[in-house]
């Protein structure tokens, strides 16, 4: 048997999503595989192994080639700006980026303070905006820090705008629309060329079936 093609996909949304559309692209995943909370993920029927991650670590095995394909949203290739082949988009997971902060108030006049898990596509946004600001990068829980005084605005995520409300924040600039991609490293097209493009046609079917239908 052919060594397993490997995917690195992130856990949570975007994995069952994208777990959803690779069913409805006819791949054979056994319905143990939405629970499994292991780490590497094989499944046999479709000689495919999976790599569960962080978000933010799947360009980084593309590109080394522990993965040849990965799922992962514009906003981390945006971030990470890593060396693989962005193939398709893949229509998932939409949400946008966006620059949030308390009601009613105004950046500080001097050096504002931006905290986000988004360090470069933040400065490169207000670098754009032709506006200086000090880049605090935080992990997690990015709406504390106007609340506590920490930063003047986040650069953060936005889905359904709720975790915003619930904490007393409202957007003020929207910074670009992000959905997931699927991603390839440049050397397993090269080699695997043929196994990927059957998986990239029969993804697109998909997507342009649905889009038929809209």
């Given amino acids: 048997m052919k060594e397993p093609l490997i995917f690195a996909m992130p856990k949570g949304r975007i994995f069952e999503e994208a777990a959803a559309l690779l069913r409805e692209a006819g ?3 056994p319905p143990e595989f939405d629970d499994s909370r292991k780490l590497i993920i094989d499944v046999p029927e479709e000689n495919f192994r999976f790599i569960l991650s962080k978000p933010m670590d799947v360009p980084t095995y593309v590109e080394h080639g522990v993965a040849d394909l990965g799922i992962a949203g514009k906003d981390v290739m945006l971030e990470e700006d ?5 193939v398709l988009d893949l229509k998932i997971s939409a949400c946008h980026l966006a620059v949030a902060g308390l009601p009613n108030t105004k ?3 001097v050096a504002p303070r931006i905290a986000t898990k988004y360090p470069h596509v933040a400065a490169a946004y207000f670098r754009e905006q032709g506006e200086q600001v000090e880049i605090i990068k935080l992990n997690g829980s990015i709406e504390l820090a106007p609340m ?3 930063a003047d605005r986040i650069v953060d995520i936005v889905s359904t705008g709720r975790t915003l409300v619930e904490n007393g924040l409202v957007e003020y600039e929207q910074i670009v629309d992000i959905t997931s991609r699927l991603i390839v490293n440049p050397v397993s097209y090269r080699m695997k060329d043929e ?3 059957e998986i990239v046609e029969a993804i697109s079917g ?3 079936k649905e889009t038929t239908m809209k």
């Fill in 148 to 150: 506590i005084g920490l």
């Fill in 82 to 86: 890593r060396d693989v082949y962005e």
């Fill in 27 to 29: 791949f054979k995943l």
């Fill in 107 to 109: 950046m500080n006049d």
């Fill in 195 to 197: 196994r990927i493009n």
């Fill in 206 to 208: 998909v997507l342009n």
